[in-house]
């Protein structure tokens, strides 16, 4: 049973330029949250998506947009980048109607952005 | 309100000692309680959680205690291994809703063989 899975692994990116973050659930699961792990920190959440649509965000700017396609794997996109986008970006997936296992978010290892 | 504060910052414990990493919320909103485990260029990994209606949870060597009125949570490593060394974080969430974690800034542990 495959997990998480995110690509890149990592990318290098200039101040401005726009990045696509890709992310597949584990199987079964049909909710993906997003969070920014800057250096040395906690995860800061993003946003989450259920049934394609964005159901809660965290406070990040709009330049951070995502997206959820019918198969529930995911994209988060960054616009204008800025140094300060730099982190480590992990997606966590879980599924809804579990019940008492629904909080349970399993993360994948993460796409390690480097603005310059 | 929604944060998780998590101390300490860095634990240094001898193999086969105990590792206890402490966590305060004060959202009471918060019903479930998640810590996780990460390696260096490593995504974390679910290591244990438990639900305010329960005072403690052991799985392993790993437990978690929870004081509801104090809100606080902490998490016991019992006869730490070199291979425990790694980042801990605390988290927490509500049921309602989307499950937005709110996460700890961490613990980094170092067990010295």
């Known amino acids: 049973d495959a997990g998480v899975t995110q690509s890149p692994t990592h990318l290098i990116k200039t101040r401005g330029q726009q990045v696509t973050l890709r992310c597949s659930p584990k199987s079964g699961h049909d909710t993906v949250s997003w969070y920014q792990q800057a250096l040395g920190q906690g995860p800061q959440f993003i946003f989450q998506?259920?049934?394609?649509?964005?159901?809660q965000r965290g406070n990040f700017p709009d330049r951070f947009s995502g997206h959820q396609f019918p198969n529930y794997s995911s994209e988060l996109n960054v616009n204008a980048l800025l140094l300060g986008d730099s982190a480590l970006y992990l997606c966590a997936s879980s599924w809804k109607l579990a019940g008492d296992l629904g909080e349970t978010q399993y993360f994948g290892p993460g796409t390690r952005l480097l603005v310059l | 309100q929604q944060q998780v504060k998590q101390s300490p910052q860095s634990l240094i414990v001898q193999k086969g000692g105990i590792s206890i990493i402490n966590c305060a919320y004060e959202n009471t909103a918060f019903d479930y309680f998640p810590w996780y485990q990460q390696f260096p260029g490593k995504g974390p990994a679910l290591l244990i959680a438990i639900r305010p209606d329960v005072s403690e949870k052991k799985e392993g060597r790993f437990t978690i205690s929870f004081n509801k009125s104090a809100k606080q949570f902490s998490l016991h490593i019992m006869d730490s291994q070199p291979g425990d060394s790694a980042t801990y974080f605390c988290a927490a969430s509500g049921i309602q809703g989307a499950q937005k974690l709110v996460f700890g800034q961490g613990t980094r542990l170092t067990i010295n063989p």
């Open positions: 998506y259920y049934e394609e649509e964005e159901r």
